[in-house]
T-cell receptor, first 114, second 115 residues
Framework: DAGVTQSPTHLIKTRGQQVTLRCSPK?????VSWYQQALGQGPQFIFQ???????QRGNFPDRFSGHQFPNYSSELNVNALLLGDSALYLC?????????????FGPGTRLTVT | AQSVTQPDIHITVSEGASLELRCNYS??????LFWYVQSPGQGLQLLLK??????LVQGIKGFEAEFKRSQSSFNLRKPSVHWSDAAEYFC?????????????FGIGTKLQVIP
């Protein structure tokens, strides 16, 4: 079992550019959540996807968007990058409706905006 | 909306000493509670979780936590700390309905272990 995988590992972008991050969930999981973790902070919930639709969203602007594919993998897109978007982006997968609601996290993508 | 408070940003303990990391949460209903550990530059690993049943839960690596509804707390404990426990620890509360869940994390407690 490969667990949750994310790509790329690291990414450097310039202000104003757009970026796409990718996530493959753990085998058997159908729900994907994305989190932003700024330096020295806890992860902050961006949104959650299930059945290819955004189901819940945190306090993030529309510049942050996502997609879920039929194979349950997911993408996070960020447009018009700002310096403040520099962070570790974490993907977590879970099984919809599981009793304990446990989420499994990937290793993250480190995004640096210059 | 739910929230999590971890009042200790940084804790230093001696190897072999006991450890308690504090966590207080705010949520109107019965919460799903989690403790995660993160090593530098790494993702999050689940230590333990509570969502129902026995309020004292056992986790991996010898950690345990106790859910106290009256105090809105979910403190993490370990009787004897090892140098490899040095990492950042996050308390989190999950909330949602119909199978959907939004997880809110605390700011984290950085644990330093000294010989």
């Amino acid at each position: 079992d490969a667990g949750v995988t994310q790509s790329p590992t690291h990414l450097i972008k310039t202000r104003g550019q757009q970026v796409t991050l990718r996530c493959s969930p753990k085998s058997g999981h159908d729900t994907v959540s994305w989190y932003q973790q700024a330096l020295g902070q806890g992860p902050q919930f961006i949104f959650q996807y299930y059945e290819e639709e955004e189901r819940q969203r945190g306090n993030f602007p529309d510049r942050f968007s996502g997609h879920q594919f039929p194979n349950y993998s997911s993408e996070l897109n960020v447009n018009a990058l700002l310096l403040g978007d520099s962070a570790l982006y974490l993907c977590a997968s879970s099984a919809f409706g599981s009793p304990d609601r446990e989420q499994y996290f990937g290793p993250g993508t480190r995004l640096t905006v210059t | 909306a739910q929230s999590v408070t971890q009042p200790d940003i940084h804790i230093t303990v001696s190897e072999g000493a006991s450890l308690e990391l504090r966590c207080n949460y705010s949520y109107g209903a019965t919460p799903y509670l989690f403790w995660y550990v993160q090593s530098p530059g790494q993702g999050l690993q689940l230590l333990l979780k509570y969502f129902s049943g026995d309020t004292l839960v056992q986790g991996i690596k010898g950690f345990e936590a106790e859910f106290k509804r009256s105090q809105s707390s979910f403190n993490l404990r370990k009787p004897s700390v090892h140098w490899s426990d040095a990492a950042e620890y996050f308390c989190a509360v999950g909330a949602g309905s119909g199978g959907y869940q939004k997880v809110t994390f605390g700011i984290g407690t950085k644990l330093q272990v000294i010989p």
